[in-house]
């Protein structure tokens, strides 16, 4: 059974940072890409980041411009996200999501955790 | 990169049909066929329901359905029923090697 757990949500300033943890089981994580996806309260889901099977390829949404980083550990089934300088408006509910596919990143996704919230204010 | 278009609610009844579309760019829905559909029913996590525009994931009940013409894509779902009242979302994968949502669709069963 697929099972993604999330960790390292929390409160933080404005201008803070916070890194998100994912463990993952129940599949081989090394051969799938992996993502993570937001969703601020009441909103819609918006993809963030993902991240090649091997780590080597990493892709960004447009809107977060160099302040989110997203980095796998296959030795430890583990995803994570840096996430710095934080603004209100990444306040979110924060899902590692596992993508549908072995060879390509950001097709579709066939497993969601159960998110970590992040709340950004003073 | 702006989200793909949705609209923000359809309703119907017990046993109808319904149809709800998403509208992208040649960048996204019209340039590939990694069109997906997506289920949330509120505090819940998203379902995969349709992928790669129409397949079917193992599970899904067949009254899902999806297609894609040119830069829309359309998910229907045949025979409503109260449980699937949920929000729904589209995504595409683009040009730019992302995964872009639509911005969602509340389904109401009268």
């Known amino acids: 059974e697929v099972q993604l757990v999330e960790s390292g949500g929390g409160l933080v300033q404005p201008g803070g940072s916070l890194r998100l943890s994912c463990a993952a089981s129940g599949f081989t994580f090394s051969s799938y890409a992996m993502s993570w996806v937001r969703q601020a309260p009441g ?14 390829n990493t892709y960004y949404a447009d809107s977060l411009k160099g302040r989110f980083t997203i980095s796998r550990d296959n030795s430890k089934n583990t995803l994570y996200l840096q996430m710095n300088s934080l603004r209100a408006e990444d306040t979110a509910l924060y899902y590692c999501a596992k993508d549908l596919y072995r060879g ?13 919230l992040v709340t950004v204010s003073s | ?51 790669d525009v129409n397949n079917r994931p193992s599970g899904v009940s067949n009254r899902f359905s999806g297609s894609k013409f040119g830069n829309a894509a359309s998910l229907t779902i045949a025979g409503l029923q109260a449980e699937d009242e949920a929000d729904y979302y589209c995504s595409s994968y683009t040009s730019s090697s992302t ?12």
Do not use: R
């Open chain 2, 1 to 51: 990169q702006s989200a793909l278009t949705q609209p923000a609610s359809v309703s119907g009844s017990p046993g109808q049909s319904i149809t709800i579309s998403c509208t992208g760019t040649s960048s996204d829905v019209g340039g590939y066929n990694y069109v997906s559909w997506y289920q949330q029913h509120p505090g819940k996590v998203p379902k995969l329901m349709i992928y």
């Open chain 1, 43 to 56: 909103k819609g889901l918006e993809w963030v980041s993902a991240i090649s099977g091997s780590g080597g």
């Open chain 1, 104 to 116: 390509i990143a950001a097709t579709a996704i066939d497993y969601w955790g159960q998110g970590t």
């Open chain 2, 99 to 110: 995964l872009l949502f639509g911005g969602g669709t509340k389904l109401t069963v009268l």
